[in-house]
């Protein structure tokens, strides 16, 4: 079992940058592949970027590419979601995810004014 927990969400003009942490327990975050997904009202819940277990492997929604990177530091148990040049529709509650075995982190808001 997993848990994760993620946290730097906040308030945001746009063009402003936030960083997303999600920490993991447990001794075996480095096997697993994650993700940051996000949920914005009326939404459904949508991928936003992931990282393979080594960090070889990155994929990016087409929208926050050149604006978002995704990180991990194994020997911290931790993943990261650097985000830059935010917009009003990147607002959302951010998920950080292993979805292959389905574990799911609370959330954290992110809101980004215009």
């Known amino acids: 079992q997993v848990q994760l927990v993620e946290s730097g969400g906040g308030l945001v003009q746009a063009g402003g940058s936030l960083r997303l942490s999600c920490a993991a327990s447990?001794?075996?975050?480095?096997?697993?592949?994650m993700a940051w997904f996000r949920q914005a009202p009326g939404k459904e819940r949508e991928s936003v970027a992931s990282?393979?277990?080594?960090?070889?492997?990155?994929y990016y929604k087409d929208s926050v590419k050149g604006r978002f990177t995704i990180s991990r530091d194994n020997a911290k148990n931790t993943m990261y979601l650097q985000m830059n040049s935010l917009k009003p529709e990147d607002t959302a509650v951010y998920y950080c995810?292993?979805?292959?075995?389905?574990?799911w982190g609370q959330g954290t808001q992110v809101t980004v004014s215009s």
């Open positions: 995810a292993a979805p292959s075995y389905n574990y």
């Open positions: 447990g001794r075996t975050f480095s096997a697993y592949n």
């Open positions: 990282i393979s277990w080594n960090g070889a492997s990155i």
